[in-house]
């Protein structure tokens, strides 16, 4: 495990990653897509077929952390089935779905602008018919998109560049 994040290890004792949602967009996510160097390489690049194709327990699994939180650069993916106001995504084949909240929230910078977007998601175990509501959340931060449509497939790829948050909250199995 050290070799492979090495990278971690060599941060100072005590040291914990929890950013905000700006510092997220400013120093991560701005940076991957314009390919400028990261303050520290704790964001694993995933691919999004792999993203959605395992459920979350088993993709964090191959993650060394400590906290609740897991944070993945991948690109965007458009395979969605929409279920009314709601839009899901079908993990693997109907291990379970992530089904996305009804919207999205804006993400401002120190200037008062908005810069990102940010979607919320929790998992089901379980086809959609029968979904059994998980702890497994997940927050998908996408950059403002202004600048004009590229017809650079290596600009265009950037664009799509979203990092994503799971997170993995408590489990009540006892009422109070």
Known sequence: MASQYGHIMDLPSGYRFVPNDEELMEFYLTRKVCNGPLPHDVIKDVDASELYSK??????????????????????????????????????????????????????????????????????????????????????????????????????LAMEWVLVRMKKGRVYDCLF
């Open 55 to 156: 459920h979350p327990k088993t993709l964090v699994d191959d993650v060394y952390n400590h906290e609740n939180s897991w944070y993945f650069f991948t690109h965007t993916n458009d395979d969605n089935v929409e279920e009314g106001k709601k839009t899901i995504r079908i993990v693997g084949d109907g291990i379970g779905f992530w089904r996305g909240l009804l919207s999205e929230d804006l993400i401002y910078n120190s200037n008062g602008d908005v810069c990102a977007f940010k979607t919320h998601w929790r998992y089901f175990e379980g086809p959609i018919i029968k979904g059994k509501r998980t702890n497994w959340t997940m927050e998908e931060y996408r950059l403002r998109n202004d600048a004009p449509t590229s017809s650079n497939d290596e600009e265009q």
